[in-house]
């Protein structure tokens, strides 16, 4: 095999660093990177999975284990036998470290979506979260630099760009002048007129800037998407999880936008079963799903981490963690399922993937023509829902 296997899990950030990667290692010879995710013991135990099999596939080649796992959970991975070496995840886009040389241009995507690690790293502390630990402080791309990017992918044939990072909406606190994010967002949308989608990943909502707020509110270029880092509904939850918004917060920046553009699509990542978490709780969580019209939602079973002071609250039983993250699935199922329902019959521009569906500006997933060419934009008017997907 020509040149390094890159096995990406976890968040939109890695499958950016992963790109940067497979272009840094394009010239190795059998070699696997298993680039890792440890935001729960499930994404943990998934990287062990990703380990053994890509040992049982490729017997004979040097696999190094790189991500957040790699530095947290960094003794119990070394100690697999299928491993052969770990790579910390600070320095895993440093050529220095991976013996080769320094990559000229930022590598063209293997997506019709370019994304784009504008921000890493974490000043946060939530109680649940042991990213910090894995990633660091918080630190920005300037402008400049993202510009750059931005103009490479664009020559490449990208028709839509993914801005990206840990905690995005920290962008530019450690620049000067500390700018906002919303003045990255408004600089690429101004300098390349030729860019017809934005998107961007998970935010904060608590830090949404006013120019941000203006953007998602009325410029059509950026995608009418919006995924919160919500984690939950119910208000102690919030503050036990060390949180820096409450639910009406989240309630009062939806319901502001969507009288302004009614057509953003709402995700959210939310938690079943925190520390100490009751019933009352967890119905507030599920209330939530259906106040902010949650379309996108992550749901993820609370599992403690090591380290984090989550881990040393009253844990609820793993049984009822299980159920209640599954009522939260089910909820966010029939909440998606009539939105989707609401988008039949209407035209919308759909770009192609490569598996034969697309995705809407609103994130909706279209089945696309069997003929249909990855990386197009197609007009489709979608007869039924079928699967979760407009067909």
Known sequence: MSGAEIISLGC??????????????????DVVVINS???????????????????????????????????IEREQLADMPEVNGIIANEKKLDPRVWNVPLPQAPPP?????????????CDHACTFCVIPQGRGKSRSMTIAQVLREVEHHLEQGAREVVLTGVDVTSWGHDLPGAPPLGALVGSVLNEFASLSRLRMSSLDGIEIDEELFALF????????????????????????????????????LVSR????????????DLIAGFPTEEAKHHAANLSIIEELDIVHGHVFPYSPRPGTPAARMPQVDRSVVKARAAELREAVKRQRSRWLNTLVGETMPVLVERDGTGYAPNYARVECPADATPGEILKLTPAIVQEGMLV
Not at 12 to 29: F, P, Q
Not at 110 to 119: K, P, S
Request: charged share 35%.
């Open 217 to 252: 509110a009325s410029e059509k270029r950026l995608m009418p998407h919006l995924h919160l880092s919500m984690q939950h509904g119910h208000d102690l939850m919030l503050k036990r999880m060390k949180r820096r918004h409450l639910r009406d917060d989240a309630v009062d």
């Open 37 to 71: 995710c440890a935001v729960t013991s499930e994404a943990v135990r998934q990287t062990r999975q990703a380990i053994r099999k890509a040992r049982r596939e490729r017997p004979d080649a040097r696999l190094l284990v790189t991500g957040c796992a790699a530095d």
């Open 257 to 268: 936008l969507k009288a302004r553009r009614p057509e953003l699509a709402i995700g959210a």
């Open 109 to 121: 995507p293997t997506r019709t979506r370019a994304f784009i690690a504008v921000q890493n790293g």
């Open 12 to 29: 939109r950030l890695n499958i950016a660093e992963s790109e940067r990667m497979k272009a840094m290692l394009d010239d190795a010879d």
